[in-house]
């Protein structure tokens, strides 16, 4: 069975916490996000490394070598647009199907050494990148596709549950593998 597409906009966790992953934009402190996504990024090397790092825990959720994809490939696509963010006034985002990405990308056939590898950099780039912010610049803005405006500030608050959630559905998933082959 494929993965059905997330049609949901995933902004709405900039107004309340997250139910399932207990992320909470309005605490975070954007003046640590070079830190918050560099211990981040830290965890995924051993869960890419994990001897069932491709399997999927049902056949409609991500394998964490999948996710491990998808994190790597938001780090790289928030630090282009942040990059435009802090270059150009209000620019407007292309939009990025994540899902059609995944398939195009084969993210389940690539080798999980090298994402975790890729997502290390991809990650010390873009917290590079926010710590580069100057006081003055994080009320720039910047315009999704659909419409839905950003500062840098609540992009950084945005992109922060992105993978924080990820590494719950990997530890959520991951729980579920344990429990299957125990069974």
């Known amino acids: 069975m494929p ?3 997330d049609a949901k906009n995933w902004t709405w966790v900039l107004e309340r916490p997250c139910m399932d992953c207990g992320f909470d ?13 560099r211990e981040n990024a830290a965890a995924w090397p051993a869960l890419l490394s994990d001897e069932h790092a491709k399997l999927r825990p049902t056949d409609d ?20 647009r942040l990059e435009l963010m802090l270059g150009e006034d209000g620019p407007k ?3 990025w199907d994540q899902d ?3 398939i195009d990308q084969r993210y389940d056939q690539q080798d999980p050494e090298e994402v975790a590898r890729e ?3 991809a990650a010390d780039d873009i917290a590079a990148r926010f710590e580069s912010v100057g006081d003055d610049q994080w009320q720039r803005t910047g315009y999704r596709s659909d ?4 500062t840098i500030d609540s992009y950084a608050r945005y ?4 993978p924080i959630h990820h590494l719950d559905d990997v530890a959520r998933g991951n729980q579920a593998i344990a429990d299957g082959l125990l069974d």
Not at 159 to 162: F, G, I, Q, V, Y
């Open 159 to 162: 992109l922060m549950h992105d």
């Open 119 to 121: 997502l290390l950099v």
């Open 61 to 80: 959720q991500w394998s964490a070598l999948e996710y491990g994809c998808h994190v790597r490939d938001v780090y790289l696509l928030f630090d282009f």
């Open 93 to 95: 985002f292309k939009n």
């Open 147 to 150: 419409g839905a405006v950003f």
């Open 100 to 102: 059609a990405t995944a």
């Open 3 to 5: 993965i059905v597409p």
């Open 25 to 37: 934009a309005a605490a975070l402190d954007v003046s640590h996000i070079g830190r918050l996504i």
